[in-house]
């Protein structure tokens, strides 16, 4: 960096010090830039369209159809948005107060980081990457710069959610020493199919969406935009972690919440592809037990089971010595123990957590106060189920050295970080 440049890196970041020191008024609007608006940023672009005082300066995606949906979409709700396929041209828009970065997981990281020297706070959907050192450039980047840094596990701002920790933190259940949490569905052996690589859809700059990953030929899996399906990119190692760091850091992330977001002692794992015969990478069943100081959790999930009439197909329960408390995205219930004196409780949704977070993010912006789901909280979430994956790969327990930041099987250690492909490095 030239001695000019790092004088008006400088001057910015100082100038985004005082901001932070000060505040924003009640009622200044706040200009968003959307990184990444396929499903779940399409999502993220209409929560934060709801909000008032929010203003969608920019919304960029490497993807032209979707670039041109969440435009027009803006437009619609009163916006005028510059489009982009480059997220470095938003990081250089001093007008632009905050971004949103809905890219897939392989990509958060970098811009995240980026965001934050370049004086933007951050909305960054989970989980904070892909490699368990990736969270801690993220929370060290977040507190360097003094930015707000709200992660996507909404959860934490659902009503019944908090009410479920807040259970489990004051002994209205008792002691609980297990926790279970789980997704299960039921889908056709053949997945998501066997594509050969080929040419990239016009529109894409598939080199761009890869990113710090590998170089490698498209394939329509990898890229996983299908008209009504979720993206498939979630499966595959280079870009994400399965079913585990995508639905299971939500529920993880409540039972950290309900215990004060401790890391796990230990974590071992164990599962594999059997069922599916498509070529995704991470597992179809899988089951997970996380040792923590005077507990265990568990995660487990399948694909050839739903269990129908006898469970929900993705939730949480707290098991303890007066009850056991069941939560799930629309319901919390809690079962008393024959002869505990405790009173069967239920309490149900009564509005969407999600829009909910993102009024949190845009208080947070303003007041500078911690968001429901800080930077270092979803970070300790993700690793939990990122070290699930690992001993998985490892096919070996892992013992966590809290203070190291790694584990103690040096065999697994290159598991928990990953080469970027340049320019798409960490630099704090």
Known sequence: MSTSHRREFLRTVGVAAIGSAIGRGANDRIALGFIGVGTMGTENLRAAMAQPGVAVAAVCDVYQPHLER????????????????????????????????????????????????AGKDVYVEKPVGVA????????????????????????????????????????????????????????????????????????????????????RPFNPNRFGVYPDAYSYFRF????????????????????????GDPM???????????????DTETPDTMQVTFEYPGFVASWEHRSNNAEEHT????????????GTLYVDRQVLRVTPEKGSGLAPFEMKRVADPHPLHWANFLECVRTRQKPNSDIETCHRSSAACLLGNVSMRARTRLDWDEQGRTVRQTEARELLRREHRAPWGLAI
């Not at 396929?85 to 632009?96: H, T």
């Not at 889908?187 to 990953?213: V, Y």
Request: proline fraction near 5%; include cysteine; charge should be positive.
């Open 264 to 278: 796990p002692l230990s974590v071992s794992s164990g599962g594999g592809k059997y069922w599916f015969t498509d």
């Open 70 to 117: 969440a435009s027009a979409m803006a437009q619609r709700a009163g916006q005028q948005p510059k489009a982009t396929g480059d997220f470095r041209q938003i990081l250089a828009d001093r007008s632009i107060d905050a971004v949103c970065i809905s890219t897939p997981d392989h990509w958060h990281p970098h811009i995240a980081v980026e965001a934050c020297k």
């Open 236 to 259: 595959f190692w280079d870009y994400a972690g399965g079913q585990l760091t995508d639905s299971g850091v939500h529920m993880i992330d409540i039972v950290h919440m309900a215990f």
């Open 132 to 215: 368990v050192d990736e969270g801690y450039a993220m929370v060290a980047a977040a507190r360097k710069y003094n930015r707000i840094v709200q992660a996507g596990t909404w959860q934490r701002s659902g009503a019944h959610f908090q009410k479920a920790c807040e259970l489990v933190r004051n002994g209205t259940l008792g002691k609980v020493t297990m926790a279970r949490t789980w997704i299960y569905s039921n889908q056709p052996p053949q997945g998501i199919g066997n594509p050969p690589d080929g040419t990239a859809p016009a529109g894409l700059n598939w080199d761009m969406w890869l990113g710090p990953a590998a170089a």
């Open 311 to 322: 469970s929900r197909l993705m939730g949480a329960t707290f098991h303890g010595s007066r």
